[in-house]
């Protein structure tokens, strides 16, 4: 028979957010598939877990799948994990799980932490339904046509973006969906968590000038339902400047 392929979850940034199950997984596993084996050596560390780590990234997918494949046939299990959260969420593992489903390798899902729903959970935005679009694109014309196509959506709308690029992306959203309520969490569940709530214009004035750090996942107020149209957003002249291009 063959290993499992086990995707395990594990900590978004506070090390103790992580399953008794995942836990024993990790140690029990013949070998453990990170993105980073640096940051999950840290994890191991803590929790006294010897597993051998290798690493498995977008750059070596291909050739270490092949690798990971043979542990399994040979009846070896393997431990899945990214640098933090849920594996394949805007993380690599995907060319590995589609593969073990080609050839029929059994697979199972150890579930934990998610920097999605952590930061959906505590955005306040409806929650009934929402869609994950991943990191929004970095080029300027690329990122207003993605909002575009996601203006008419009414569910709550969820991307990942960097520090560098969100007052561009904050603009691109006023641009091209309005004035809308908008939740941004970063270091979630780190010493420096911080939860930022407003709609558009005022979260644009609150970073205007300041130095953030950390990842960011931005929760966006999906398309308000309404029977008239939405009035245009003017926006005061002291945020003029800062919402143009």
Known sequence: MSGILYIVSTPIGNLEDIS??????????????????????KLCTYYQIGTPLTSYHDFNKEEKTDVLLDRLRGGNDVALVCDAGT??????????????????IPMVPIPGPSSVLAALCVSGLATDRFIFEGFVPRKPGVRE????????????????????????????????????QVVLTRELTKLNEEIMRGNVEELCQTLEGKTIKGEITLIIQGQPQRKTKQTAFAAPSSATNLLSE
Do not use: C, W
């Open 20 to 41: 008794f199950r995942a836990i024993r997984i990790l140690k029990e596993a013949a070998i453990i598939a990170a993105e980073d084996t640096r940051r999950t050596q």
């Open 87 to 104: 594996p394949l969420i805007s993380d690599p593992g995907y060319y590995l799980v589609k593969r073990a489903v080609e050839e029929n």
């Open 145 to 180: 046509k993605f909002f575009e196509k996601l203006q008419p959506e009414v569910g709550t709308i969820i991307v990942f973006e960097t520090q560098h690029r969100i007052l561009k992306t904050l603009r691109a959203i006023h641009k091209t969906m309005g004035n809308r």
